[in-house]
């Protein structure tokens, strides 16, 4: 030990610290574009000389399991006008040349892209709420980034699946895992080109400007079947390699701004609705482009993160979000989502958690006329990017994504927040002309700024945010004991051989005998995997379980008749005025005393709070199961039973009677014990527990 004089403390001794390794720049990705004028078919696949030839036989010999057929053809530019299947994806024809993705060198097809389309073997269509299938040309948006531009050859691989595998997650992944199969032939064509192509190269270094650090977080789909992404394949907005966001908890992955643009995303989407983004709008995404390009910010990467099927998850992932955001030191963030229902939650509740610490935070999203499924007061610059004039979900393939002046009304509402002004709150409702607005707002001030969008005076948040408070309780007018009680769902439950629903925005009524046995029921498709109900209906609708308590006396008895609807992307007031009061009318003829409904994705949520609060309104005690409370409690529900379950699953795990026995009496114990209207009760089960499997 060495000795110290009396009273002071020894000085550490400092150590010097070498290295002589190597410090390197950030790596630069290099973009070979191989110029393609033609595609034609042949012997073998080859580029030549502008021409692209894919062999007859592409697809041969392509084996992936619940895949059971793949075919290989040709669509020329101005040719359109043919009959297709629903679109999975669109994708680009790129190949790594040289390193990983975001880095080294990528050669991109320019003039082709890949279009996988999808259908199962009973000629069913992989789209889930609505689907693009129908006329080519008819069902893909003319400008869209997801979209093929007017003038590129389509290279379409239409693959089919399995019978019945379409609303479970290994249906669809495995029409993508076929169709990157083929891909990969085409790729190697790509490789072998001659040396002297004419190729365009153009150098892409990551941002580095001097101004104020933004984040993006780019919120995508992920709770399974037709909503699900992939990361960091092995080849640019390929499929092998890639790792699944549902498989890593669908918690935020930081990524490099050229491993965004080198493909390091894959949308495994059936994208039948307008507002979700395929593959090849990830490549060549608007915000990350605008963001990248703008020398007065400093994009700082992209924040990818999915969207769990359980609330609990949700409010996990959210707060990883915010907590990375704030770790990165940035100066302020645009969150931006696809698609619409429940990932409005995750949506909301990241901004909430980015927000809260002073950071100036922008969203965008698509919403319109459907409105927002969840909300905050921290959602105050809010970016709109429908195109519907409706302001509808359609099913035109990329017709309600971001686009360039999406991204440029993004920008400029961040600038004001951050050069310290507000944007001006959004309007009570909807209204269609806002965004053409404040695009001129926007553009008039980036004249006098170099063209680049800037703080923006009277800039207004363009996506309206709003609660409504819950509707009084009516009192259960007899014991529970002595009550007919029944079941209502608007997650398309239904009986086999009725009419089907239609996917998305049926506002019909389906009856349901009170003595139908499981075998009797189905879904129709929503949101969310089918595989819990397909195995068991009682996880969404539990009618055999209400059975068991009228037989142990804990109700009186099951009403003869209950009801369901199909809720996914319905209109608020058209639920109220068309399906509300034929509900309410049949339940008041079947002399129902109470009355426990279900929903699944976020939007059936909402469906069913609206057929809720009618029915309640109507003198009939109501109960919402819900595995989305925050939804439920947006829209004003008088009672909410909320389960830490998923979507697709509200009353616990397929066949664990004994676990939805306890969630359905717990609910319908709140119908007798709330005491205050928009009371919600946290039932203290949790999916596939040990302690619910005992």
């Known amino acids: 030990m060495s000795s110290t004089t009396t009273g002071q403390a020894a000085a550490p001794t400092r150590l010097p610290v070498h290295c002589d390794c190597e410090v390197l720049p950030p790596p630069e990705l290099t973009q070979e574009i191989l110029p393609v004028s033609a595609v034609v078919p042949g012997e073998r696949s080859e580029w030549r000389d502008g021409t692209l030839t894919v062999a007859r036989d592409l697809a041969a010999g392509v084996a992936v399991p619940l895949v059971t057929s793949v075919a290989v053809d040709i669509v020329a530019p101005g040719r359109r006008d043919v009959r297709t299947d629903t679109v999975l994806d669109v994708a680009p024809l790129a190949v790594k040349v040289e390193g990983g993705l975001g880095e080294g060198v990528t050669r991109l097809a320019g003039g082709v892209v890949l279009v996988v389309t999808g259908v199962d073997a009973d000629g069913t269509q992989l789209g889930e709420a609505g689907n693009s299938a129908g006329v080519l040309s008819e069902r893909m948006a003319d400008a869209a980034a997801g979209t093929p531009d007017p003038g590129d050859w389509i290279i ?9 595998q379409r609303m479970e997650r290994p249906g669809p992944a495995a029409a993508h895992r076929a169709a990157d199969l083929v891909a990969d032939r085409l790729r190697r064509a790509l490789l072998e080109a001659p040396s002297d192509a004419g190729i365009e190269r153009r150098t892409l270094a990551e941002p580095a400007g001097p101004g104020p650090r933004v984040a993006l977080v780019k919120l995508v789909m992920g709770q399974g079947a037709m909503h699900e992404n992939l990361v960091l394949p092995a080849e640019p907005g390929g499929v092998r390699g890639g790792a699944s966001l549902i498989d890593l908890g669908n918690l935020p992955q930081q ?31 608007p915000l990350v482009a605008a963001l990248a390009e703008d020398s007065e910010v400093k994009l700082t990467g992209v924040i990818v993160v999915g969207s769990p099927a359980q609330e609990a998850d949700k409010r996990f992932v959210a707060r990883r979000v915010g907590a990375m955001v704030a770790a990165a030191g940035v100066d302020g963030a645009i969150v931006a989502t696809e698609g619409f229902g429940n990932n409005h939650i995750d949506f909301a509740a990241e901004i909430e958690e980015i927000a809260k610490y002073g950071t100036p935070t922008v969203g965008v999203c698509w919403s319109a006329a459907r409105g927002m499924v969840s909300g905050n007061e921290y959602m105050y610059a809010l970016v709109e990017v429908n195109k519907a004039t409706s302001g509808q979900e359609s099913d035109v393939l990329g017709e309600n994504t971001a686009d360039a002046h999406d991204a440029r009304r993004a920008i400029a509402m961040l600038k004001t927040l951050l050069f310290g002004a507000d944007t001006l709150p959004s309007p009570r409702s909807w209204e269609a002309g806002l965004a053409r607005e404040n695009q001129k707002l926007v553009e008039a001030a980036a004249a006098g700024n170099s063209g680049r969008p800037t703080l923006t005076e009277g800039i207004r948040s363009e996506v309206p945010v709003s609660a409504t408070a819950p509707t009084p309780l009516t009192a259960l007018a007899r014991s529970l004991r002595t009550a007919t009680v029944a079941l209502v769902s608007s997650a398309g439950a239904h009986t086999v051989g009725d009419t089907p629903f239609r996917p998305y925005a049926d506002y019909s009524l389906r009856e349901i005998p009170g003595a139908a046995i499981d075998d009797d029921l189905t879904f129709a498709s929503g949101s969310y995997d089918n595989s819990d109900v397909n195995t068991d209906p009682n996880c969404l609708f539990p009618l055999a379980r209400l059975r068991e308590l009228a037989e142990a006396g804990v109700i009186g008895r099951v009403s003869p008749a209950h009801f369901a609807m199909q809720g996914g992307g319905t209109e608020i007031e058209l639920v109220k005025t068309r399906t509300g009061p034929k509900l309410v009318e049949r339940l008041q003829e079947s002399g129902v005393d109470a009355v426990v409904l279900i929903g699944a994705c976020g939007s059936c949520h909402r469906s069913a709070v609206v057929l809720q609060r009618l029915v309640e309104q109507a003198g009939i005690p109501t109960v919402i199961i819900a595995s989305l409370p925050a939804v439920a409690a947006q829209l004003g529900a008088p009672r909410i039973a909320a389960t830490d379950t998923p979507m697709g ?20 114990d709140l119908v007798v014990h709330a005491r205050e209207a928009g009371t919600i009760e946290r039932i203290p089960e949790t999916y596939r527990s040990r302690a619910s499997m005992a």
């Open 156 to 164: 379409r691989i239409a693959v089919t699946i399995a019978a019945g």
């Open 255 to 285: 990524l490099r701004v050229n491993e965004v643009r080198d493909g390091a995303l894959h949308s495994l989407c059936c994208v039948g609705p307008s507002s979700k983004e395929t593959t090849l709008h990830y490549y060549r995404d």
């Open 649 to 668: 699953a509200a009353l616990g795990a397929p066949h664990d009677t004994a676990q939805q026995r306890r969630i359905l009496t717990a609910a319908l």
